[in-house]
């Protein structure tokens, strides 16, 4: 499936000192490739490699229009490879194909185009002039400064395995853009699809240890997330791994833009167009067998519309096309393990014994022989405080909550250690615009949002999904630190 299993250490394949292992299929659960295992010293010699090519290489003394040249090479290369990249991400992630040629691919290109297109546009900022005395020699003189924005070092990418691609191309194009070094670690499940940036940055002539790509274990991320020659760990993952992941960088103060989990809210008011909330709905939770961080698992409906709309989620979610991606009417493909698998079925039985009316689902389809699924999986009458409402399932199962007043649902979706996304649906868009305001999380969409991921809106979370924020302008400065240069204008 790759030309490439080896390891991209500045700038040559380097061949795994761990070996390598069976990368599998998750609707087949059969091999595919073999991927490499890095070792701690291959880590330590990627992180060095990134070290010199920032302290002693051109790439940081680049103009950004001599770094978008080569990063632009980069992408028309990949753009050329779509539609292996597209079986890739089918086989190796196991998502749908056309949620992998939409979602997996064309969104990130888009948003890469769309960060070098907007690091052109990033100039020198001065400040307001003030005339003051010279504390030397006593003249009045003009001041002046100029503020720029520098790369910060050093990055070390980590990545999931459930959006690879995706995440790959948004954490490495940007902090490249701004002259960064980078150190990418994937997912070992998902090796594959971080890899051909290697082969993308070789076609490109990019300089060596501009980018590395290593994999490992457990111990290799830590070498990333304490090594005193990283300068910034950019982290998508859980809760969990990245309060861990910041407590390792602490005793050397790395800077951190860490994309954690959510617990994210639908709200559904009496007004809401019901057919489109049911559409909305029910992609909330099946897109990608609910492996997504942003997903509204959530649905607070109100009363006098809830037994309407679950009715009609069940209808949805029990005709939904579940199994091999490799067949293109599938519309919710595998799981990517199972241990996956095995976490689902625990919020389930966890969700039973809390009282929860359990409408559908709640198995893994019988018909499906092979493979990692579980079948798409409704709640109503949930409790907002119970494990399957505040805790974050990754997995395809959506809690119904009901509610009777506008307040109420506010509460109800703050009520959360997430605070990642949300989404409202009202005919009355000044109302779902207010409400939106008193939600806490780094983003809301009004009735379906705009259609699409906006390459120039910040994405990122408060509380414990997460701080920093990834696209758009915001994203690209997290890569950059502001320096103030200060002189006499006359």
Same mark, same amino acid.
């Given at each position: 499936m790759t030309e490439k299993a080896s390891l991209f250490i500045n700038g040559s394949w380097v061949t795994p000192e761990g070996g390598w292992e069976p990368v599998l299929n998750p609707a087949t659960a059969e091999s595919f490739g073999e991927g490499p295992v890095g070792s701690l010293s291959q880590a330590d010699e990627a992180i060095n490699a990134a070290h010199v090519a920032f302290h002693q290489g051109q790439w940081p003394r680049m103009s950004i229009r001599e770094r978008v040249r080569k990063l632009e090479v980069m992408l028309d290369w990949l753009q050329e490879q779509s539609e292996r990249i597209v079986r890739l991400i089918v086989t190796e992630a196991g998502a749908t194909q056309l949620l992998a040629n939409f979602l997996h691919f064309d969104i990130p290109m888009k948003h890469a185009r769309a960060s070098l297109e907007e690091a052109l546009r990033l100039r020198p900022e001065p400040t307001l002039p003030e005339i003051a005395q010279d504390m030397l020699t006593g003249q009045h003189v003009l001041g002046a400064a100029v503020t720029e924005h520098e790369p910060v070092g050093v990055v070390a990418g980590i990545t999931p395995y459930n959006f690879p691609y995706f995440l790959n191309i948004g954490k490495v194009f940007p902090a490249l853009a701004m002259g960064n070094t980078v150190v990418l670690k994937p997912s070992p499940w998902t090796p594959f699809q971080a890899l051909i940036l290697g082969e993308a940055a070789e076609m490109a002539g990019l300089p060596k240890g501009v980018l590395n790509i290593v994999t490992g274990d457990l111990a290799v991320s830590q070498r990333l997330t304490t090594d005193p020659r990283i300068d910034l760990v950019s982290f998508t993952g859980s809760d969990t791994v990245g309060a861990a992941i910041m407590a390792q960088g602490a005793p050397t103060l790395k800077r951190m833009v860490l994309e954690l989990g959510g617990k994210s809210a639908m709200i559904l008011r009496a007004d809401a167009n019901l057919e489109a909330a049911i559409l909305a709905g029910i992609t909330s939770f099946t897109i990608h067998a609910g492996q997504g961080c942003a997903l509204t698992t959530r649905h607070i409906?109100?009363?006098?519309?809830?037994?309407?709309?679950?009715?009609?989620?069940?209808?949805?979610?029990?005709?939904?096309?579940?199994?091999?991606?490799?067949?293109?009417?599938? &519309? &919710?493909?595998?799981?990517?393990?199972?241990?996956?698998?095995?976490?689902?079925?625990?919020?389930?039985?966890?969700? /039973?014994?809390?009282?929860?009316?359990?409408?559908?689902? @709640?198995?893994?389809?019988?018909?499906?022989?092979?493979?990692?699924?579980?079948?798409?999986?409704?709640? +109503?009458?949930?409790?907002?405080?119970?494990?399957?409402?505040?805790?974050?399932? !990754?997995?395809?199962?959506?809690?119904?909550?009901?509610? +009777?007043?506008?307040?109420?649902?506010?509460? /109800?979706?703050?009520?959360?250690?997430?605070? /990642?996304?949300?989404?409202? !649906?009202?005919?009355?868009?000044?109302?779902?615009?207010? &409400?939106?305001?008193?939600?806490?999380? @780094?983003?809301?969409?009004?009735?379906?949002?705009?259609?699409?991921? /906006?390459?120039?809106?910040?994405?990122?979370?408060?509380?414990?999904?997460? &701080? @920093?924020?990834?696209?758009?302008?915001?994203?690209?400065?997290?890569?950059?630190?502001?320096?103030?240069?200060?002189?006499?204008?006359?």
């Open positions: 409906v109100h009363n006098s519309i809830r037994q309407r709309y679950v009715a009609a989620l069940k209808k949805m979610a029990d005709s939904l096309p579940v199994g091999d991606p490799a067949d293109s009417s599938v &519309m &919710m493909g595998p799981m990517i393990r199972p241990q996956a698998v095995e976490r689902v079925e625990r919020y389930v039985q966890a969700g /039973l014994d809390a009282g929860a009316s359990l409408v559908c689902g @709640g198995r893994r389809p019988p018909e499906l022989t092979r493979g990692y699924f579980y079948a798409p999986t409704i709640f +109503d009458n949930v409790d907002n405080s119970s494990a399957i409402a505040q805790e974050e399932i !990754f997995g395809p199962v959506a809690c119904v909550i009901g509610f +009777d007043k506008d307040e109420e649902a506010i509460n /109800l979706a703050n009520a959360s250690a997430f605070g /990642l996304h949300g989404s409202i !649906f009202s005919a009355s868009t000044g109302k779902a615009y207010e &409400m939106a305001r008193q939600i806490r999380t @780094g983003g809301v969409a009004i009735n379906g949002g705009a259609g699409t991921m /906006l390459s120039m809106a910040p994405f990122g979370g408060i509380k414990r999904s997460g &701080m @920093g924020r990834e696209y758009g302008r915001e994203g690209l400065l997290e890569f950059t630190y502001a320096k103030s240069i200060s002189f006499h204008a006359g």
